[in-house]
């Protein structure tokens, strides 16, 4: 009793001075560079130095007063028990904190006394207060306010101090400018309680009748990181679904870790939680559908792993459909590259920043067991790997050998069922190496000087590995090959385009070119038109679209014939839909394609040489089934008549305007039956192709778009032939789906939500 007693005389005497001095204005003091840590018996005698929290702390970005609301406060960071700070100033009651990774803070210095530590963390309770009670900034403090600016909702308390509860109160405003501001605790007294409930376990529960924006508060304050599995169960619940997590491992040169993410889908919003392999907290981030815009994710400092996106769709659900089998690579990204009957290439990549890697792979799967066959590791080094024709090999060029730590330019051929290699060459290529192939042949161009202004072409027997015959090339050249359905070596050099013999490197033909107008996009790393390449149905045509003087030119490269074309023109970009149909994004503003800020597309008919029509926007992705093209426009997913661009339908979104979200598109479309598959937003989303209608997520798939791989994105990331389904990831999975099985789920998917919205017509 009588300690009891001296901690509330030494309480009542500490905020008296305290009160006193804070209507003294006290100079600012320099951070001491060392000194002892100070553990304050009290405000009133904490000094600027070195201090360790006791207990969980809300850093304000200014200091907390009765002359600002009680929710204007503006905290984004919080501080744990343990963690030390530098005090540069004691206001008052309020310490002032200046930190490299925080900055400019304050907190109650209550908060670094002794008296802090007895906090005690509590289940959380529902209190009411009368509306003539106070709301403290710290048990005692001079600093309060009217329990009314706390809103109508019950106050929650999560811990208590004596005869103090430490409520939540909601910041108002909550977000700005991509940062988070997080719930205060502050204090309310016990004896002015005029009625408490205990919440019940599982906040997000379908049961839970908790308002969502409680349980946001909740999830801010209680949720930490390295959080054991059973604490989020049991204040959250079971979660809906539970999946393999994205790769936790950030830095370069290390395997991947991959945990497991629940997801908690059972309301208006997405809660997701990432545990590591060891079941600890690593991650959690919130999800609230039907924004007006794509905002991008909001972060509460650099230093929380966690977030809160906002979405324009509507939030989905998520379909669980089981596998044939899940491959686990050891990099981020998994792309198909190409397919025998009994073997998939995948390219795996670990999703360096603006096109860059420090460690890249090409390996083989079983195309019946998921089973890796072999594996070439690249490194950081530039690599490229092109077929045979009968898909039976594989010729890999790569500059960079991990083994060795060094640059070297190897090409190898390497036979797909086993990996062994069957011959190889090096190079020094001073100045770099590119490769290509055509028919039966591995093409090799080595430049000689530092702007390749001269190059020396090899042409290497694909089967044998020996040198077939060389050309050197100088000035302005291009070798337009694509791989091995390409029948003869093609050069475009001097206003023509010759094809020569691959084997004999004799003349095949030549076409007449023309002057340039405009370099070839192709080079741009950004540019996602031109072909898009299927691995599980190779090109079985000889004809193909190519840019030759101031034409796009369909060209028959058996005969070096024309047979259709389409004016070239620096404001425009084309994706190929077929031999007949170009999608045409045109600029409408700027000096440059890329630079402006209006277009359109327009879909040209090469045979009858007219625009069919026009719509606004950029029009991309396409891919045409019978009369109708299925395309992302602005990227959204859309469907148009062919015939007339009449909208079909549009995927449903909360945007209200028409912001273009291509950079949320991460593959092509799939058509799977009446179901059209593609990645959007970080999902493998499913649609209705009859009214794209959204069906939900498809469970357990990570995916996303990935800087500067556009090209082998829209090619690699989703391939429907045959039977089969195959999707890459961005955590390291390569996976296959039977078709016919995926389908039925699909069906039992749509069926639900009939069923659903029948019932919901029902009731109204």
Same mark, same amino acid.
Not at 182 to 193: E, S, T
Not at 591 to 596: D, P, Q
Not at 608 to 621: D, I, M, P, S, Y
């Given at each position: 009793?009588?300690?009891?007693?001296?901690?509330?005389?030494?309480?009542?005497?500490?905020?008296?001075?305290?009160?006193?001095?804070?209507?003294?204005?006290?100079?600012?003091?320099?951070?001491?560079?060392?000194?002892?840590?100070?553990?304050?018996?009290?405000?009133?005698?904490?000094?600027?130095?070195?201090?360790?929290?006791?207990?969980?702390?809300?850093?304000?970005?200014?200091?907390?007063?009765?002359?600002?609301?009680?929710?204007?406060?503006?905290?984004?960071?919080?501080?744990?028990?343990g963690e030390t700070f530098r005090v540069s100033d004691v206001k008052? @009651?309020?310490?002032?904190?200046? #930190?490299?990774?925080?900055?400019?803070? !304050?907190?109650?210095?209550?908060?670094?006394?002794? @008296?802090?530590?007895?906090?005690? &963390?509590?289940?959380?309770?529902?209190?009411?207060?009368?509306?003539?009670?106070?709301?403290?900034?710290?048990?005692?403090?001079?600093?309060?306010?009217?329990?009314?600016?706390?809103?109508?909702?019950?106050?929650?308390?999560?811990?208590?101090?004596?005869?103090?509860?430490?409520?939540?109160?909601?910041?108002?405003?909550?977000?700005?400018?991509?940062?988070?501001?997080?719930?205060?605790?502050?204090?309310?007294?016990?004896?002015?309680?005029?009625?408490?409930?205990?919440?019940?376990?599982?906040?997000?529960?379908?049961?839970?009748?908790?308002?969502?924006?409680?349980?946001?508060?909740?999830? +801010?304050?209680?949720?930490?990181?390295?959080?054991?599995?059973?604490?989020?169960?049991?204040?959250?619940?079971?979660?809906?679904?539970?999946?393999?997590?994205?790769?936790?491992?950030?830095?370069?040169?290390?395997?991947?870790?991959?945990?497991?993410?629940?997801?908690?889908?059972?309301?208006?919003?997405?809660?997701?939680?990432?545990?590591?392999?060891?079941?600890?907290?690593?991650? !959690?981030? !919130?999800?609230f559908p039907n924004a007006a815009a794509f905002e991008g994710n909001?972060?509460?400092?650099?230093?929380?792993?966690?977030?809160?996106?906002?979405?324009?769709?509507?939030?989905?659900?998520?379909?669980?459909?089981?596998?044939?089998?899940?491959?686990q690579g050891n990099l981020n990204f998994t792309f198909l590259l @190409?397919?025998?009957?009994?073997?998939?290439?995948?390219?795996?990549? $670990?999703?360096?920043?603006?096109?860059?890697?420090?460690?890249?792979?090409?390996?083989?799967?079983?195309?019946?067991?998921?089973?890796?066959?072999?594996?070439? $590791?690249?490194?950081?080094?530039?690599?490229?790997?092109?077929?045979?024709?009968?898909?039976?090999?594989?010729?890999?060029?790569?500059?960079? &050998?991990?083994?060795?730590?060094?640059?070297? #330019?190897? %090409?190898?051929?390497?036979?797909?069922?086993?990996?062994?290699?069957?011959?190889?060459?090096?190079?020094?290529?001073?100045?770099?190496?590119?490769?290509?192939?055509?028919?039966?042949?591995?093409?090799?161009?080595?430049?000689?000087?530092?702007?390749?202004?001269?190059?020396?072409?090899?042409?290497?027997?694909?089967?044998?590995?020996?040198?077939?015959?060389?050309?050197?090339?100088?000035?302005?050249?291009?070798?337009?090959?694509?791989?091995?359905?390409?029948?003869?070596?093609?050069?475009?050099?001097?206003?023509?385009?010759?094809?020569?013999?691959?084997?004999?490197?004799?003349?095949?033909?030549?076409?007449?070119?023309?002057?340039?107008?405009?370099?070839?996009?192709?080079?741009?790393?950004?540019?996602?038109?031109?072909?898009?390449?299927?691995?599980?149905?190779?090109?079985?045509?000889?004809?193909?679209?190519?840019?030759?003087? $101031?034409?796009?030119?369909?060209?028959?490269?058996?005969?070096?014939?024309?047979?259709?074309?389409?004016?070239?023109?620096?404001?425009?970009?084309?994706?190929?839909?077929?031999?007949?149909?170009?999608?045409?994004?045109?600029?409408?503003?700027?000096?440059?394609?890329?630079?402006?800020?209006?277009?359109?597309?327009?879909?040209?008919?090469? %045979?009858?040489?007219?625009?069919?029509?026009?719509?606004?926007?950029?029009?991309?992705?396409?891919?045409?089934?019978?009369?109708?093209?299925?395309?992302?426009?602005?990227?959204?997913?859309?469907?148009?008549?062919?015939?007339?661009?009449?909208?079909?339908?549009?995927?449903?979104?909360?945007?209200?305007? &028409?912001?273009?979200?291509?950079?949320?598109?991460?593959?092509?479309?799939?058509?799977? +039956?009446?179901?059209?598959?593609?990645?959007?937003?970080?999902?493998?989303?499913?649609?209705?192709?009859?009214?794209?209608?959204?069906?939900?997520?498809?469970?357990?798939?990570?995916?996303?778009?990935?800087?500067?791989?556009?090209?082998?994105?829209?090619?690699?990331?989703?391939?429907?032939? $045959?039977?089969?389904?195959?999707?890459?990831?961005?955590?390291?999975?390569?996976?296959?789906?039977?078709?016919?099985?995926?389908?039925?789920?699909?069906?039992?998917?749509?069926?639900?939500?009939?069923?659903?919205?029948?019932?919901?017509?029902?009731?109204?």
């Amino acid at each position: 009793m009588r300690s009891r007693l001296s901690i509330k005389k030494r309480l009542c005497i500490v905020l008296a001075a305290a009160t006193c001095l804070s209507l003294v204005p006290l100079p600012v003091q320099p951070v001491k560079e060392a000194g002892p840590t100070v553990y304050a018996d009290g405000p009133g005698s904490l000094k600027p130095g070195k201090v360790t929290l006791r207990q969980k702390a809300v850093f304000y970005e200014n200091a907390p007063s009765r002359s600002r609301s009680l929710r204007n406060h503006s905290a984004a960071y919080y501080g744990h028990p343990g963690e030390t700070f530098r005090v540069s100033d004691v206001k008052g @009651e309020m310490a002032f904190i200046e #930190s490299d990774e925080l900055g400019d803070v !304050w907190l109650p210095a209550w908060y670094l006394s002794k @008296e802090a530590g007895q906090v005690r &963390n509590i289940d959380p309770l529902s209190l009411r207060l009368p509306a003539n009670s106070s709301i403290y900034a710290a048990p005692g403090s001079s600093v309060h306010w009217p329990a009314s600016q706390a809103g109508d909702m019950p106050l929650i308390a999560v811990s208590k101090w004596q005869d103090w509860y430490g409520v939540l109160i909601a910041p108002d405003p909550w977000k700005k400018e991509h940062t988070l501001y997080r719930p205060a605790v502050m204090w309310v007294k016990a004896k002015d309680v005029k009625s408490k409930e205990k919440l019940p376990a599982g906040l997000l529960e379908p049961s839970s009748e908790l308002p969502i924006e409680a349980v946001r508060h909740l999830t +801010d304050y209680l949720v930490d990181e390295g959080d054991s599995k059973s604490y989020v169960k049991q204040l959250l619940g079971v979660p809906q679904v539970k999946e393999h997590s994205r790769n936790q491992e950030q830095r370069s040169g290390r395997p991947p870790v991959i945990g497991e993410t629940w997801r908690y889908e059972a309301r208006e919003a997405l809660f997701t939680a990432t545990f590591s392999p060891a079941g600890k907290l690593t991650a !959690w981030e !919130w999800t609230f559908p039907n924004a007006a815009a794509f905002e991008g994710n909001y972060y509460a400092g650099s230093h929380d792993p966690f977030s809160y996106r906002f979405s324009a769709m509507p939030l989905l659900r998520t379909i669980e459909a089981a596998p044939v089998w899940r491959n686990q690579g050891n990099l981020n990204f998994t792309f198909l590259l @190409e397919a025998s009957r009994d073997v998939l290439l995948i390219k795996g990549d $670990d999703g360096g920043f603006s096109g860059m890697h420090d460690n890249s792979s090409l390996y083989a799967i079983d195309r019946s067991t998921g089973k890796k066959l072999w594996q070439q $590791d690249a490194g950081f080094g530039w690599y490229t790997a092109v077929p045979d024709r009968n898909r039976e090999h594989v010729t890999m060029y790569s500059a960079y &050998n991990p083994e060795k730590k060094a640059y070297e #330019s190897r %090409v190898r051929h390497i036979r797909l069922t086993d990996g062994r290699i069957l011959w190889e060459r090096k190079y020094n290529a001073e100045f770099g190496l590119t490769m290509t192939a055509a028919s039966g042949a591995i093409l090799l161009l080595e430049g000689l000087d530092l702007n390749a202004k001269k190059s020396v072409l090899s042409v290497v027997d694909q089967q044998t590995g020996k040198l077939r015959w060389k050309k050197t090339l100088s000035g302005e050249y291009r070798l337009l090959n694509q791989g091995p359905e390409d029948p003869y070596v093609l050069i475009e050099q001097s206003g023509k385009l010759t094809a020569y013999e691959p084997m004999t490197g004799k003349l095949a033909w030549t076409h007449k070119s023309g002057k340039k107008v405009m370099d070839d996009p192709a080079w741009d790393p950004y540019f996602t038109g031109g072909y898009r390449y299927e691995p599980l149905s190779p090109p079985g045509t000889t004809s193909r679209w190519m840019l030759l003087g $101031d034409k796009w030119t369909l060209l028959n490269t058996e005969s070096g014939k024309r047979e259709g074309s389409y004016p070239a023109n620096e404001m425009e970009r084309i994706e190929v839909l077929d031999e007949r149909y170009l999608l045409v994004q045109r600029a409408l503003d700027g000096n440059y394609f890329t630079g402006a800020k209006s277009y359109e597309t327009v879909l040209y008919d090469a %045979v009858n040489q007219r625009e069919l029509w026009t719509v606004k926007g950029r029009a991309a992705r396409g891919i045409m089934e019978g009369d109708v093209i299925y395309l992302t426009l602005n990227g959204i997913p859309a469907a148009v008549e062919k015939e007339t661009g009449e909208t079909i339908w549009k995927m449903k979104t909360s945007l209200k305007s &028409n912001e273009d979200v291509t950079q949320l598109v991460g593959s092509s479309f799939g058509i799977l +039956d009446r179901y059209l598959l593609i990645s959007f937003g970080g999902d493998l989303i499913v649609l209705d192709k009859g009214n794209g209608r959204i069906l939900g997520r498809l469970g357990d798939i990570a995916t996303g778009n990935v800087d500067l791989r556009e090209q082998a994105a829209r090619s690699g990331v989703l391939n429907i032939a $045959d039977g089969e389904v195959y999707i890459g990831t961005v955590n390291g999975a390569f996976v296959r789906y039977d078709a016919a099985e995926l389908k039925e789920r699909l069906d039992e998917r749509g069926a639900e939500l009939d069923a659903a919205a029948g019932q919901l017509d029902h009731t109204r």
